[in-house]
């Protein structure tokens, strides 16, 4: 995780300065993002008919290959061999990234206690730690571009994979279920209507995040930053990334946090099913209001940038909330023998989300800029509580 946060802020910013549009911007992340789908459906199935180790070894070795791939980059190419190429780079990436978090949140319910609470603190610690991970990595991705050479850094990560890559195979592989010959392709998709409208409302609740975190926030920020006299333009780079970095941060904080807090701690069964409805009806108004309050706004002013810091914080937290119930109400409807294949097609509706998201970012930044990203965000959250609703 800390190599594709780094990744994506480094192609993000460093093609936004050679002149790309919004729109060119969101496509080189597609690939990256259907990437996401394809190997999160297949993930399932491989993980479950040849074991979670050989899912969680291939993801780690093929990141190491991308990272390694990247530093062969050259800046004599010409512009369209260097897009090509880091397409390529990221797709594959994108393939590393989904085979080893799938085999990880499975792993996560092989081998956790017979226990819901506890279950639902192993997912949130996990999966919180993961995007603080990834945080991180957008904040190395950034000041890589300021103060360091960025190849060298490269290489420090290709390392430190190398190392997890290893204790993996002595430490983690043997303790992870084998799999089952018989397990089938048709059997990829989930039968239960629980997993299903689970997995339609992840869609569009990671569709409504990232159709303003990949393109239109950080460049609004970057602009911003830009046309100021203040001598912030030198650090604009150092300055977007760490936002982003400590948004990510403190949005896994928030999320592994949420099985202590006292309202979700106490909840039943039953009410934890149908808080999804209710929380991303809550979510949906931090972006609608935020895009009201943006559109009303001059955004060249400092005013906007405030409003827009501080509500994209209340849009964490509560996004936190939400990710953390569902990343445990998935494990929670699935079943040992199928947990491979239903977290697969699981994350692969996560992907899917992204990807539509993705798209979005780019063309609603380009149409109308940073409040028509927002607007559709809160659009995308309606529709995913209509997915939740449906849970029984």
């Not at 996401?36 to 040849?50: E, Q």
């Not at 953390?324 to 097609?345: C, K, M, P, Q, W």
Request: charged share 10%; net charge positive.
């Amino acid at each position: 995780m800390l190599s594709d946060g780094a990744l994506r802020m480094l192609v993000l910013l460093h093609f936004h300065t050679l002149g790309y549009s919004p729109v060119q911007l969101a496509y080189m992340f597609v690939l990256y993002e259907l990437a996401g789908v394809i190997t999160n459906i297949l993930a399932g199935w491989i993980g479950s008919r040849y074991g979670l180790s050989s899912t969680l070894i291939a993801g780690l070795a093929l990141q190491i290959l991308a990272v390694l791939a990247l530093s062969q980059l050259h800046q004599d190419w010409i512009v369209t061999y260097s897009v090509i190429y880091v397409m390529a780079v990221q797709g594959l990436s994108g393939v590393a990234k989904d085979l080893s978090k799938m085999s990880a949140k499975s792993a996560v319910k092989v081998l956790s206690p017979n226990d819901n609470q506890k279950l639902f603190r192993w997912v949130a610690i996990l999966t919180g730690s993961k995007n603080a991970v990834k945080g991180l990595g957008f904040f190395i991705g950034a000041v890589s571009l300021n103060l360091f050479n960025f190849v060298s850094v490269l290489y420090a990560m290709a390392s430190v994979l190398l190392i997890v890559f290893f204790t993996s195979i002595i430490l983690i592989s043997n303790r992870l279920p084998k799999g089952k010959t018989t397990s089938k392709f048709a059997d990829i998709f989930s039968k239960s209507p629980n997993i299903n409208w689970l997995s339609f409302s992840r869609v569009f609740l990671f569709g409504a995040r990232d159709v303003w975190f990949v393109v239109g926030v950080p460049i609004y920020f970057y602009t911003f930053l830009s046309q100021q006299n203040s001598g912030l333009n030198d650090f604009a780079f150092f300055i977007v990334g760490s936002f982003m970095a400590i948004w990510i941060i403190f949005y896994g904080i928030i999320q592994a946090y949420v099985p202590k807090l006292k309202f979700i701690r106490n909840k039943t069964e039953k009410q934890l099913l149908e808080a999804p409805f209710s929380w991303s009806l809550i979510l949906s108004l931090a972006p609608i209001s935020l895009s009201i309050l943006l559109f009303l706004l001059d955004l060249s002013s400092v005013s906007s940038l405030i409003i827009m810091v501080l509500g994209l914080l209340v849009f964490a937290v509560l996004f936190a909330i939400n990710s953390s119930i569902h990343s445990y109400l998935i494990l929670s409807f699935t079943n040992t023998e199928r947990v491979a294949r239903d977290v697969g097609f699981y994350y692969m509706s996560n992907a899917l989300g992204r990807l539509f998201g993705t798209i979005l970012s780019g063309l609603t930044y380009q149409a109308s800029g940073l409040w028509l990203c927002l607007a559709t965000s809160g659009f995308m959250l309606l529709i995913s509580a209509f997915g939740a609703r449906k849970l029984k």
